[in-house]
């Protein structure tokens, strides 16, 4: 293997993690953004959607099922923890609250998916139709993962169009920069928030489904992407969408290339990179300070 | 009941709780204690700072490795070793400190979050001192200076962590009832007026963060003698976590209700995964139900009741 | 509560506690043998530590049938170490303080297993491991007090580099986790491997739970070996083989796994046949007690017993074979007489050896395939290599022949 073709496969590879990151950190920012609440849940969720995912697609047989089904069930399940436990926090002064009560349903939902689905881990497989390999430089790289940067990069200018091209994209931003003056405007901004947080989380389900086929559905699987998520939000800026895009394609490269030439230092590298980003600009690199 | 009545009856109480339970739970009630120091120190920063840290763990970790390896290459008395540990912790954590409060907010808890994942990350690739995901074993309690040596058994170093927590309490009491504390309370209200006063509020700031690393750093040495064993899972951020929720169970800012919340803490993770494996579900379940009806903490609901009485 | 009320409450719990200890001494001379399981019951092994719980439970039914251990029933307290070694030492020590119960199995993590060997002497306890695999645990950090029934990662290593000895495959490389029992494997491989002359082309360690194996796949690709040690177990051997298959690796590779995990196999389907490894406990062993052992468990659980469901019936064997010897539950009776102890269980038969206090166990290469009489594909037996040549010198992890 010459090194064009050794690099490229590397670079590929690098993308077809962030793809599979964006779906969790576009979620996590976009809810952060609109309702200022670090979201310790959002792993979590992300489990939940891979194992929903696959009882989906061992009970129909098709992986398009377990795309459609797991983000729309999740999207359901966030937005009515929404409704019922962070509704009634808003007014209050400290932000202890939706901290504590975001990182006691990350365990609440653990559990809960370890007493539904059991220990043993289950499978996704690889849909037929992406099961195979392209060459590339006369490489072998696999068709699943040139399907997740594809994915990943409709799924970005898709939403990316719609926060800024539509109506509902608009009030979205809105709510997210002032709320009260939207509120006053005759917008019912709680709706806003229970459908953003409810769409967070249909991506990171979404995330999950994707993952699934690649590393399988396991507990624990959530705890491990958790941190992920918040340096990629973090690195990014949090709250900015387009933040959470650069800070996925990053941070994905610096964990395939890290894991490669450092493999000493593989697993401090992104905290590097998040150190060094929030030394030089605090609020992220396209986040505003708070 | 005025305040030094209660310290003493509690002081008194804890004086004897050796002689009352069986050595099996006294090994429960000191790893209380050092949870309960571990989340005063937090409280320092939360409380009175209004910072939150979620990588607090770095404090309790640096303290924890610090004093396994002075303990374990230096052969220095275990007083010495937690001393000397306690001083490294402080000297890292000024540039940590100084770096992490440019920043308020989310982004503070960000940074603190990594350097607490960055120290997690060092100890695997320092491994040949650190022992990587082994850690450190067999840590010693030598005796000494003078040849004093009654921390060396359960009851004895129990009195040690019961002298360190109580001393550290009195120490932090002290400090933010003065007038550190007060500019504290200024910046903590509204710190854009206290910075017009002239007040160098970042300095004051990082001077709480450094506070809050020494005394966790002491909660960590103190465990690591104890357990004579330091592991990479105290750096890890579910620690921060765990730490982070018995300050606002227990009711921030008030020194008493994170011990009190620590104390919560680990009773009821220990009583529950004895008669359950479902425990983490019930633990979940209690903290959700806390923030939702309970913002005060356990204080807060002590204090009300005591109110009503 | 009042003084005065709490004072009686002292004195009615003394006299309570006096009375219901009067029967438990009465009873004492039929007392149960206490087995001190410390295991990983939530957390990232919970899996693995659900397979130690329903053997014991399964060996206490048989053991209970036949009349127990010198008459005495088998009792097994499980404790949660989360995974954790801290949590394991505390929750052990509490096994011991409180439930009195001084003969230990079941742990689960190396580093749990090394944290527990230095305080083992003041517990007065005897520690049997079932699954622990790090060579250190019987050479460097060797204790009077610690056995290990069980294949050792050295030894699987040991086993499978024996096999590639004549193997086609010329050119290997080695990924690991980076977690204590993956760099002693990878050590042990590579010592191996050099000697019956193949080469090494270079290790790879990765970050415990990493998720995305691309770059190494990638790496393996590139460097173009022909065959790949793999020491890695759980959601991390999973999620390798799962984005192996992805690349089409094994078409290219051949991979030979450390452990050989039903679970695994069981997810991963027909995307395992064909992988090959050192098995720590070989299904389709035909031996009467492994049979009995299989029929067992499957009647009882329906499902395929695993590594860990195998090791630890073995070391629960051997302890009990050494329980009857020694005539006694006590500690150091049993150390005494669990050296040299010879045991025949589901792995054909094992020696305690003395001087470091390694079973000997023979080598076992399997290969992953649809075999009669199992639904799933399953390892089956390729090769299987004597004591002797599987069981590395006294208190180290290397072979001298």
């Keep these: 293997m010459n090194f064009a073709s050794f690099i490229l496969a590397q670079c590929l590879g690098a993308l077809s993690q962030a793809a599979v990151l964006f779906f969790i950190a576009c979620g996590l920012t976009l809810i952060f953004g609109i309702m200022r609440i670090v979201n310790f849940a959002h792993g979590a969720i992300f489990m939940l959607g891979a194992y929903v995912g696959c009882t989906a697609a061992a009970l129909s047989g098709s992986f398009v099922a377990a795309l459609i089904v797991a983000p729309l069930a999740v999207g359901a399940i966030g937005m009515a923890f929404e409704r019922v436990f962070l509704r009634p926090l808003y007014g209050r002064r400290d932000s202890g609250a939706h901290l504590l009560l975001t990182f006691g349903l990350a365990v609440v939902l653990s559990e809960l998916v370890r007493i539904v689905w059991g220990a043993q881990p289950k499978s996704l497989a690889t849909p037929e139709a992406l099961l195979g390999i392209v060459m590339i430089l006369e490489q072998p790289f696999p068709i699943y993962r040139l399907f997740l940067i594809g994915l990943g990069l409709a799924a970005g200018i898709a939403l990316w169009q719609f926060l800024e091209r539509t109506r509902a994209g608009l009030l979205i931003r809105a709510v997210s920069q002032n709320s009260e003056m939207v509120h006053a405007l005759g917008t019912d901004v709680d709706l806003v928030r229970t459908a953003v947080f409810g769409f967070g989380c249909a991506m990171a389900a979404l995330g999950g489904v994707l993952a699934a086929p690649l590393v399988t559905a396991f507990l624990g699987m959530g705890a491990n992407v958790v941190i992920d998520a918040f340096v990629i939000v973090i690195i990014g800026g949090m709250g900015s969408f387009l933040g959470s895009i650069i800070g996925s394609v990053l941070v994905g490269f610096v964990q395939v290339f890290g894991a490669y030439y450092f493999q000493d230092l593989a697993l401090a590298l992104m905290y590097l990179l998040m150190l060094i980003v929030l030394v030089a600009r605090p609020g992220g690199l396209l986040g505003k300070e708070e | 009941m005025s305040w030094r009545l209660a310290l003493a009856l509690v002081a008194g109480v804890a004086l004897l709780v050796p002689f009352v339970v069986p050595q099996y739970s006294l090994t429960v009630i000191v790893s209380a204690l050092i949870f309960s120091l571990f989340a005063m120190s937090l409280d320092l920063m939360v409380g009175y700072c209004r910072l939150y840290s979620f990588g607090h763990a770095a404090a309790y970790g640096l303290g924890a490795y610090c004093a396994a390896l002075i303990l374990t290459h230096l052969q220095v008395p275990l007083v010495i070793g937690i001393a000397l540990a306690v001083l490294v912790t402080v000297a890292i954590a000024v540039p940590i400190a100084w770096i992490c409060t440019r920043s308020t907010g989310v982004s503070f808890a960000m940074l603190t979050l990594a350097f607490a994942q960055l120290g997690y990350a060092m100890l695997f690739r320092f491994r040949e001192l650190t022992g990587g995901s082994d850690g450190v074993v067999g840590i010693p309690r030598p005796p000494g200076p003078f040849g004093i040596d009654w921390f060396q058994g359960k009851t004895g170093y129990y009195y040690l962590v019961l002298a360190c927590l109580l001393g550290s ?141 | ?361 023979q080598g076992f290469v399997v290969r992953v395939g649809q075999h009669k009489g199992f639904a799933e594909p399953v390892g089956e037996i390729v090769k299987i290599y004597p004591r002797e040549m599987t069981t590395p010198d006294c208190r180290s992890s290397s072979y001298s022949t």
Excluded at chain 3, 259 to 280: E, F, H, N, P, T
Aim: charged share 20%.
């Design chain 3, 1 to 361: 509560m009042t003084k005065l009320a709490r004072r009686k409450f002292l004195k009615g719990a003394a006299a309570a506690s006096a009375l219901a200890a009067a029967p438990a001494y009465l009873k004492a001379q039929a007392s149960a043998i206490k087995i001190g399981i410390p295991t990983v019951i939530t957390g990232g092994y919970a899996l693995l530590g659900s397979q130690v719980m329903r053997t014991c439970r399964l060996v206490k039914k048989m053991t209970d049938a036949r009349g127990g251990v010198l008459g005495r029933p088998v009792e097994f307290l499980f404790q949660d170490t989360q995974g954790d070694p801290a949590i394991c030492v505390r929750r052990t020590q509490e096994l011991v303080e409180r439930d009195n119960c001084r003969i230990l199995s079941g742990v689960i993590v190396s580093s749990e297993a090394a944290a527990m060997l230095p305080k083992l002497e003041s517990w007065n306890a005897v520690f049997l491991s079932h699954g622990n695999g790090d060579g250190r645990l019987t050479a460097e950090l060797f204790v009077p007090r610690f056995f290990r029934a069980n294949t050792s990662a050295p030894m699987g290593a040991r086993a499978l580099a024996l096999y590639l000895r004549d193997a086609p495959q010329k050119k290997f490389m080695a990924i690991a986790s980076d977690a204590a029992w993956g760099r002693s494997s990878n050590t042990a491989f590579e010592a191996q491997i050099k000697r019956v002359g193949k080469d090494l082309v270079d290790k790879i360690y990765a970050p415990v739970a990493n998720k995305d194996y691309s770059p190494y796949i990638t790496k393996i690709l590139q460097s173009g070996v022909e065959g790949c040690y793999v020491a890695l177990q759980g959601d991390e051997a999973r999620a390798f083989y799962s984005q192996a298959t992805q690349y089409k690796l094994s078409q290219r590779v051949q991979f030979f796994t450390e452990i050989v995990a039903q679970a695994d196999i069981k997810v991963l389907g027909k995307d395992a046949i064909g992988l090959m490894g050192s098995s720590r406990y070989p299904l389709t062993y035909d031996i009467a007690q492994n049979r009995a052992f299989v029929d067992a468990f499957m009647a009882e659980y329906k499902e395929i017993p695993d590594w860990s469901d195998g090791e630890m019936y073995q070391a629960l064997m051997i302890l009990f074979a050494a329980i009857e010897k020694a005539r006694s539950d006590e500690p150091m009776r049993i150390v005494a007489a669990m050296e040299d102890l010879e045991v025949t269980s589901v792995k054909g038969p094992i020696r305690m050896r003395k001087c470091d206090h390694q079973g000997e166990n």
């Design chain 2, 169 to 309: 309490y009195l120490a932090c009491r002290a400090i933010m009832r003065s007038n550190f504390g007060a500019v504290l309370a200024g910046i903590r209200e509204n710190e854009a007026k206290t910075l017009s006063l002239g007040y160098n509020t970042r300095a004051y700031k990082t001077a709480t963060v450094v506070l809050s690393y020494g005394v966790g750093g002491l909660a960590g040495a103190l465990y690591a003698g104890f357990a004579g064993y330091a592991s990479p899972e105290l750096f890890f951020w579910l620690t921060s976590g765990h730490v982070l929720i018995m300050v606002v169970v227990g009711g921030a800012g008030t020194l008493v209700g994170p011990m009190l919340g620590a104390l919560f803490f680990v009773f009821l993770e220990h009583q529950l995964s004895q008669v359950t494996d479902l425990w983490p579900l019930i633990f979940g379940s209690i903290f959700i139900a806390f923030v939702m009806f309970f913002p005060g903490g356990i204080l807060g609901l002590l204090r009300r009741r005591h109110a009503a009485a």
